[in-house]
Nanobody
Framework: QVQLVESGGGSVQAGGSLRLSCAASGYTGSILCMGWFRQAPGKERERVATIYTTSSNTVYADSVKGRFTISQDNAKNTLYLQMNSLKPEDSAMYYC??????????????????WGQGTQVTVSS
């Protein structure tokens, strides 16, 4: 089993920045891919970014390309999401997810089998 705990959410004005963290514990050696997803009230959960842990290959949703950066610190078993130039439409609960047994980065949330509890990001105009 793998446990994921997100942190770093908060409230910020449009144009500001936040950095989210996701600490992984448990059988972390099984993880091959980690990702960030988000869900705003009344909307479906949507993909944000993903990283393949062995190659550090990344994939981003079009909505965040050029503004968000996903990264990892393998020594700390921690995943990050640096969010710059935030917009009100970025407001959502952000979730960290992980999966093993996969050959590359994926933004398909149905492939992830470990999820954190989420951290709230609110961007005001």
């Amino acid at each position: 089993q793998v446990q994921l705990v997100e942190s770093g959410g908060g409230s910020v004005q449009a144009g500001g920045s936040l950095r989210l963290s996701c600490a992984a514990s448990g059988y972390t050696g099984s993880i091959l891919c980690m990702g960030w997803f988000r869900q705003a009230p009344g909307k479906e959960r949507e993909r944000v970014a993903t990283i393949y842990t062995t190659s550090s290959n990344t994939v981003y949703a079009d909505s965040v390309k050029g503004r968000f950066t996903i990264s990892q610190d393998n020594a700390k078993n921690t995943l990050y999401l640096q969010m710059n130039s935030l917009k009100p439409e970025d407001s959502a609960m952000y979730y960290c997810a992980a999966v093993g047994g996969i050959s590359g980065p994926t933004l398909n949330q149905n492939e992830y089998n470990y999820w954190g509890q989420g951290t709230q990001v609110t961007v005001s105009s």
